[in-house]
């Protein structure tokens, strides 16, 4: 079987409690990653400080990527990135919750399908605690749908992301672009000609929160979008005028109001 790295960035303003449980589902997985790399992207709290070294100490493999000062997610990826080596590459976020059977049922699909390089899958999405499910949210499935919806969206849940670790870095690996480092990179890949599946199971338990949607309407999300849009152009997956249409379309998505965001997006992408 493949070797594995399961990677995680970490900041100061994650929960202490959340990563604990974020980080024993790793533990927890019917077939563990080989190794774990957390970044520390900038100083972290005693709290944190405190969850990290408890798991390093109890968990064989695992290591971290210290940064000395926060810098974002895809800075933060890139430096993980760097340090990694193994044949497959498993992001989760610092707040979700792998199923435990996840990376065994990821694996065994790349096994078979040894032409896919980016396997995605669904994800429950919870409020509070895990009982408190708020939808699941599927995408795409097929490559060719992938393709397709690509060019409007990300069609990955990047916390469930399990890809080649040569075809991110053959891509480019994780770029700076506010809140959307990891469309970037799908983006790329596509470009690059690889593979992509999504699977229909639910893997993955997303963690969601008030302050998810208004991250998703800050004031640097208009300028983000743009960039986003110009990227799509330059790698040849979407014309110009297609670019100006999507930027119209999604910056229209943003500017909902708070109070309704949240059934919008549960329309779209919840079943």
């Given at each position: 079987m493949p070797s594995l790295t399961a990677l995680i960035t970490v900041y100061h303003r994650i929960d202490p409690g959340e990563l604990a449980e974020s980080l024993d589902s790793l533990n927890a997985q019917t077939r563990p990653a080989d190794e774990v790399v957390i970044v520390e992207d900038g100083p972290l709290g005693d709290g944190?400080?405190?969850?990290?070294?408890?798991?390093?100490?109890?968990?064989?493999?695992?290591?971290?990527v210290r940064?000395?000062?926060?810098?974002?997610?895809?800075?933060?990826?890139?430096?993980?990135?760097?340090?990694?080596?193994?044949?497959?590459?498993?992001?989760?976020?610092?707040?979700?919750?792998?199923?435990?059977?996840?990376?065994?049922?990821q694996l065994a699909y790349f096994e078979a399908h040894p032409e896919v390089d980016v396997l995605g899958t669904a994800a429950t999405e919870f409020r509070d605690h895990l009982d408190n499910v708020v939808g699941v949210r599927t995408l795409p499935g097929s490559h060719q749908e992938i393709t397709k919806y690509l060019r409007i969206n990300n069609p990955i849940s990047h916390p469930t992301m399990m890809v080649r670790?040569?075809?991110?870095?053959e891509a480019g690996g994780y770029r700076a672009v506010h809140h959307m480092e990891d469309y970037d990179l799908m983006a790329r890949l596509l470009r690059d000609g690889r593979i992509f599946h999504n699977l229909p199971e639910s893997l993955l338990h997303f963690r969601t929160s008030a302050a998810q949607f208004e991250r998703r309407t800050d004031a640097g999300m208009f300028a983000a979008e743009r960039q986003m849009q110009r990227n799509l152009v330059s790698y040849g997956l979407i014309s110009r005028p297609r670019s100006w249409l999507n930027l119209v379309i999604r910056s229209t998505y943003r500017a909902i109001p708070k109070a309704f965001l949240q059934r919008v997006y549960g329309k779209l992408f919840h079943r």
């Open positions: 944190l400080r405190r969850v990290i070294d408890d798991y390093l100490a109890a968990t064989p493999g695992a290591r971290v940064l000395a000062r926060n810098q974002g997610s895809g800075p933060a990826s890139a430096a993980g990135l760097d340090t990694i080596h193994t044949e497959l590459l498993a992001r989760q976020d610092a707040d979700d919750i792998s199923r435990p059977e996840r990376f065994e049922k670790t040569a075809a991110v870095k």
